[in-house]
């Protein structure tokens, strides 16, 4: 559990949270509980106008749960605290009181999906290719789910868990889950931070009234998204959805040889 970490940076009214892991930046508990308290902490402190979330490497984005920490759930209990981390990120982020800006540099999966929904404005690499895996784990994307159809469609979020394919980081701004699609890392960085340090210059209090504007409607999410992970926590109980996962950590182990 000592793997991975989440940082946070303030600078001139822009908080910047890095979260890493090296399997591909998926987050187990701790980094969902350490980013949790990230964003709380930077909301009341008051000191930032806005949030740069973004993940270290040059791989994924984020890879969305930890298979390894998925397959050690031996319970009920256990899997509805995990997924509940999730809820609990998600929910930070959409009662934070300063706008949220994802740097996507790569590609997103499941979770990480859910955390580019939550966020308030997304900027990604052209190569931030999109997947919700969920549906063939057969947990589901039940607690991201509110987020991603808010930030895409009904429609848009049915045919991402359907059919589970992948899609480009076009279709991310089509859809409106990317605000924006940079051509290159620096482009992706100018624009990340050239909107961060305009909005570093507001008025703290109009954000606030804003960020609660853009979120009305979503006052349920803390008793919804806790719900949906008891759903999950349930279903990754299931032989199919272990079975799945040893296969995937076997063939991820063979083809590292």
Not at 15 to 36: M, Q, R, V, W
Not at 79 to 94: D, E, L, Y
Request: glycine share 8%.
């Amino acid at each position: 559990m000592s793997e991975g970490y989440v940082k946070t940076n303030l600078n001139e009214k822009i908080a910047e949270i890095t979260f890493f892991h090296p399997k591909s930046n998926s987050l187990p508990g701790y980094l969902l509980d350490d980013l949790t308290t990230a964003i709380n902490e930077i909301s009341k402190a008051g000191e930032a106008n806005v949030i740069i979330l973004r993940s270290e490497g040059k791989g994924a984005f984020c890879a969305g749960a930890s298979f390894d920490e998925l397959l050690s759930i031996k319970d009920f209990e256990t899997g509805k605290k995990f997924f509940a981390g999730f809820a609990n990120v998600i929910n930070a982020m959409r009662k934070a009181n300063q706008f949220v800006i994802a740097r996507v540099h790569g590609k997103i999966v499941g979770g990480g999906v859910g955390l580019t929904s939550a966020s308030d404005y997304a900027i990604a690499h052209k190569d931030a290719a999109i997947r919700l895996s969920e549906l063939t784990l057969s947990i589901g994307p039940f607690v991201i789910g509110p987020a991603v159809a808010r930030k895409i469609g009904t429609a848009a979020y049915q045919n991402l868990t359907i059919d589970s394919e992948w899609r480009s980081a076009q279709w991310g701004l089509q859809t409106g889950l990317y605000s924006k699609v940079a051509e290159t890392i620096d482009e992706l960085d100018e624009q990340v931070y050239s909107l961060a340090e305009k909005l570093a210059k507001l008025n703290p209090e109009t954000i606030t009234d804003m960020k609660k504007c853009f979120w009305e409607g979503t006052d349920h999410w803390d008793e919804l998204l806790n719900k949906r992970a008891e759903i999950s926590g349930k279903l990754i109980l299931t032989d199919f959805t272990k079975d799945y996962i040893q296969n995937f950590i076997r063939a991820r182990n063979y083809n590292k040889k």
